[in-house]
């Protein structure tokens, strides 16, 4: 049975988490600190009615978590100011009467606004941002999470870069992290995986490595995960609606196109 009043609610909370999303992102230049980062989205968020649902998470005291270079997820904003040439990559999520939405985007950091990556990072960010939107035009009732996960992994797999199979997509409502987990890849057959059905919530993610997929704890706190070899790391996520007639974003920049 749908549960109308949780849908309602979450589309207010994506609304909002959109709305921050674009605005902290635009904010992000040289010589902005993480942790002011951290705090406009927290300003944000307040004043558009929401809740910083990260803050929810035991143990975590911040509205954000940023990535930045070869930080692949989870890490605290701190004082270190970012640089031209910089990924960042901001992953937030919004509380709003009961329930949870996610997401998170990576973007490049010019020396000034407009400035546009080399061609390698344009193709590492572009695997992205089209490997989860591969995946979000999968979600319809009856199809299954394999369907996803295929899309994700052939996108990335495809351009040579490598899925970090220990970090996954979930499903996402009351609590942030909910069944079913909604990997990057896919193991085994698309029909041992679980069924989508009409009104769940899903963050559907995938998180990536430009060289190898292995992943360690920084060893600065007990959040960041960084990859092993050095290289850099890139996340997309979406909270999505299933629906008998195809996917709904519930959170969405204005540039997202399904």
């Known amino acids: 049975m749908v549960d109308h009043v949780k849908i309602e609610r979450m589309k207010v909370a994506g609304k909002i988490l959109g709305e921050v999303m674009d605005e902290v992102l635009d904010s992000i230049k040289p010589g902005i600190s993480e942790l002011e980062i951290d705090s406009l989205a927290e300003k944000l968020i307040l004043a558009k009615g929401g809740k910083p649902g990260f803050k929810r998470v035991p143990g975590y005291k911040h509205t954000i978590c940023i990535s930045v270079n070869d930080s692949v997820v989870h890490g605290i904003p701190t004082k270190r100011l970012i640089k031209a040439n910089d990924i960042v ?133 007990d959040w960041t995960i960084v990859t092993e070899d050095g290289s850099n790391s890139g996340l997309f996520e979406r909270t999505v609606l299933v629906t008998n007639k195809g996917p709904e974003l519930i959170t969405r920049r204005k540039s997202d196109k399904l």
């Not at 009856?142 to 797999?157: A, D, F, Y």
């Not at 490598?162 to 997509?169: A, I, Q």
């Open 89 to 221: 990559g901001i992953d937030c999520g919004v509380f709003y009467e009961g329930y949870h939405t996610d997401m998170a985007e990576t973007i490049y950091v010019g020396a000034k606004k407009g400035d546009k990556p080399d061609p390698d990072m344009a193709k590492f960010l572009n695997a992205g941002k089209k490997a989860v939107f591969d995946a979000i035009r999968q979600v319809k009732t009856g199809n299954r999470v394999g369907h996803l996960s295929r899309e994700m992994q052939k996108n990335i797999e495809g351009g040579g870069f490598s899925v970090v199979k220990s970090l996954v997509g979930h499903g996402v409502g009351r609590e942030l992290h909910e069944p079913p987990e909604i990997p990057g890849y896919l193991a085994g057959s698309i029909e041992n995986t679980p069924k989508l059905t009409e009104g769940q919530t899903i963050a559907i993610e995938i998180i990536y490595n430009q060289g190898k997929a292995g992943v360690v704890y920084s060893g600065e706190d």
